[in-house]
C-alpha cells in the first residue's frame, strides 16, 4: 500500500510564502510522475504543477512564476514552493504522484489560507 503523508501549509498573510512538503512510501513501489492539485470551496480539484516523466514541469496559468515544483525520486518526495501567495490560492492542497504501475495515488490534503 502506497502512502502519501503531506505537510506544510497553513495561515499566511497575501505576499508570503509557504512550502508544502510531500513523502510518499510504500513497497516495491517507484514513481512515475509527481505533482500538486488544489481544490477551492465550490469549485473542481485542478491541476497546480507536476513533474512528468523526463524531469519536465508543467504549472497552472494562475501560479506561473511564483510556485515552482521540485521532486526527489530517489526519496520519493515532491515539493512546492509557494511565492507571492494571493487570497485566489486558498484551496486545500493534494500532493499525487502516478506509479511506474500507472497507478494514481493522493495524499490527504493540506489546507493553505491567505489573508488578504
Known amino acids: 500500500q502506497v502512502q502519501l503523508v503531506e505537510s506544510g501549509g497553513g495561515l499566511v498573510q497575501a505576499g508570503g510564502s509557504l512550502r508544502l512538503s510531500c513523502a510518499a512510501s510504500g513497497s516495491a513501489f517507484s514513481i512515475k510522475d509527481m505533482g500538486w492539485y488544489r481544490q477551492a470551496p465550490g469549485k473542481q480539484r485542478e491541476l497546480v504543477a507536476e513533474?512528468?516523466?523526463?524531469?519536465?514541469?508543467n504549472y497552472a496559468d494562475s501560479v506561473k512564476g511564483r510556485f515552482t515544483i521540485s521532486g526527489d525520486n530517489a526519496k520519493n518526495t515532491v515539493d512546492l514552493q509557494m511565492n507571492s501567495l494571493k487570497p485566489d490560492d486558498t484551496a486545500v492542497y493534494y500532493c499525487?504522484?502516478?506509479?511506474?504501475?500507472?497507478?494514481?495515488?493522493w495524499g490527504q490534503g493540506t489546507q493553505v489560507t491567505v489573508s488578504s
Open positions: 499525487w504522484v502516478r506509479s511506474s504501475w500507472y497507478n494514481n495515488y
Open positions: 513533474i512528468i516523466s523526463g524531469g519536465n514541469t
